[in-house]
């Protein structure tokens, strides 16, 4: 296991502006991994949260036109 806290369902949604059960829907899809902490907990890696979020690229590579 990790030194790093891992999050709740409704923390991990709040991180990515959804829903808690968008989160639900990533662990049943195989998209996120959850981890079981006791009979009905559910947790998630912050790290692997972050691997979700991607960047955009701009259109037109930055330069203005001309």
């Known amino acids: 296991m990790s030194s790093h806290p891992f999050l709740s369902l409704p923390d ?3 991180q990515l502006g959804c829903n808690p059960k968008t989160i639900r829907r990533y662990i049943a899809s ?3 991994t959850g981890y079981r902490v006791g009979p009905r907990l559910l947790r998630v890696d912050p790290l692997e949260l972050q691997k979700l979020l991607r960047p955009i ?3 037109g590579g930055g330069q203005g036109a001309s």
């Open 12 to 14: 991990a949604a709040l």
């Open 30 to 32: 195989g998209r996120l």
């Open 57 to 59: 690229p701009t259109a």
